[in-house]
């Protein structure tokens, strides 16, 4: 039973998310972003982030991003949305994946 709970956390956090913005929150205020899917919620990340790395989460925001127009020569189409969510760690924690 364990194994499927482990899975099912790793299925839900998708990607980190690494721009230059994401980095300022990590070094400013301890705040990693991930690419997680639309179904999830608040309870649920926070769930997964302390069962994968093992940290103490404070709190989660989630944003929808939306669907992005795109041209490329005649062609148009878009973008796929997803949705995102910032993770606040207690302080002095971090998550060595984000480490550059």
Avoid: W
Avoid at 1 to 10: D, G, N, S
Avoid at 14 to 23: D, G, K, L, R, V
Avoid at 60 to 82: C, D, M, Q, R
Wanted: zero cysteines; charged letters at 25%; hydrophobic letters at 45%.
């Amino acid at each position: 039973m364990a194994k499927q709970v482990e899975v099912k956390y790793y299925e839900l956090l998708q990607a980190p998310i690494i721009t230059e913005n994401s980095m300022k929150l990590v070094e400013t205020a301890n705040r990693y972003t991930f690419r997680v899917p639309k179904t999830a919620n608040k309870v649920e990340i926070k769930k997964a982030v302390e069962a994968v790395f093992g940290v103490n989460v404070l709190n989660v925001h989630t944003i929808n991003v939306l669907p992005k127009a795109k041209k490329v020569g005649k062609y148009e189409g878009f973008k796929s949305g997803y949705k995102k969510a910032i993770v606040q760690l207690a302080e002095g924690q971090t998550i060595p994946a984000f480490a550059v």
